[in-house]
């Protein structure tokens, strides 16, 4: 499967973002997908998980602001982000794999597939 993720940008602090992933190959359906921020000089960190049966779980540190959907139709997956600020700043990766247990979504590395990453910039 590969995945596409797009919608990054510069927003303002308290503004509002959509980050998109779409999947190509495999529907996404048959797959956990999870977003994952990566800022400079720090390690990659988890943001929240879709998985396959429909549970849904974020990082404290997103939790109430960020908010995680699927489009089974369209193949994607979605992270609204709103409340915005500037620590948010971060390249924002989707991932997918078809395995993960809830004790295994924090790592990235027990995560399969890859998007690109789209950068995220939150001005104060």
């Known amino acids: 499967v590969q995945l596409q993720a797009s919608g990054g940008g510069l927003v303002q602090a308290g503004g509002s973002l959509r980050l998109s992933c779409t999947a190509t190959g495999r529907t996404s359906s048959t797959f956990t997908m999870g977003w994952f921020r990566q800022a400079p000089g720090s390690e990659r960190e988890f943001v929240g998980v879709?998985?396959?049966?429909?549970?849904?779980y974020y990082s404290d540190s997103v939790k109430g602001r960020f908010t995680i959907s699927k489009d089974n139709a369209k193949n994607t997956v979605y992270l609204q982000m709103n409340s915005l600020k500037p620590e948010d700043t971060a390249v924002y990766y989707c991932?997918?794999?078809?395995?993960?247990?809830?004790?295994?979504?924090?790592?990235?590395?027990?995560?399969?597939?890859w998007g690109q990453g789209t950068l995220v910039t939150v001005s104060s």
């Open positions: 879709s998985f396959r049966g429909g549970r849904i």
């Open positions: 991932a997918a794999d078809s395995r993960l247990i809830l004790s295994s979504i924090y790592n990235h590395d027990n995560y399969d597939y």
